[in-house]
Each structure stands twice: as C-alpha cells, then as structure tokens.
C-alpha cells in the first residue's frame, strides 16, 4: 500500500507541476469491489490546459517511479481525460465536465482528502 500512497503522491506533484487546481483525493480502500484504491481528481481551464496536466502526470510519474500508465482515454477533446495507473485513477476536468459527473460523490463512504492549490 505505500506504493500506492507514493503514486498518489507523484500524481498530485505532476498535476500541481502544471498548476492543476481543485485536486481531490478519493480514498476507495474501504469500498467492496472499487475498481481501484484511489482517485485523483482534478480540473484544468481549456482543454489545452487539461492536455498538459495529463502529459505532466505520465512524465512525472515515469520520471519518479519509472510507472507508466496501463491506459489513458479522452485525449481526443480533452474535457475529461482519465489516466489508469492501476491502483490509481487519475481524472483531468474541464471544470463543466467536472460538475456534470461528480466523481466526487459517487460513493457516500469514499473518504475525500482536497489539496490546497499552491498557486
């Protein structure tokens, strides 16, 4: 597990590296068959901006823990861009896409950790 802690980690320094904002950690570790342990979640402003939070979360992760991604979808019109690490999830937002969804909320006992945005 603290691999897994330690990827979360690198995730959310690449996300902030390209000034991501409103990140949230979505601790799925006490949820009976998550798909995951954990989502990062986070938004950027233009899909340009969403394009290199994504490539800033792959590089950064690569670079550290030598972990590429097992899958990536979205990248096609960068409203949402989901990144699979595994046992993280990693999810990009138009800040309109974030809304709609809410990932957030999906599961009413996920424990939710919000990192202040160091900008």
Request: one cysteine or more; a negative charge; aromatic letters at 8%.
């Amino acid at each position: 597990m603290n691999e897994t802690k330690e990827l979360v980690k690198k995730i959310i320094e690449g996300i902030q590296e390209k000034k991501g904002n409103k990140i949230t950690v979505v601790d799925l570790t006490k949820i009976q068959d998550a798909i995951c342990h954990y989502f990062v979640v986070c938004q950027g402003g233009s899909s340009t901006h969403v394009g290199a939070i994504a490539d800033s979360v792959v590089d950064y992760v690569k670079k550290n823990l030598g972990d590429k991604p097992l899958a990536q979808d979205g990248r096609t019109n960068m409203e949402w861009v989901a990144i699979d690490h595994g046992s993280v999830m990693t999810h990009v937002f138009m800040p309109e896409s974030r809304e709609y969804y809410r990932l957030e909320q999906l599961w009413n006992d996920a424990r939710l950790t919000h990192i202040e945005d160091i900008y």
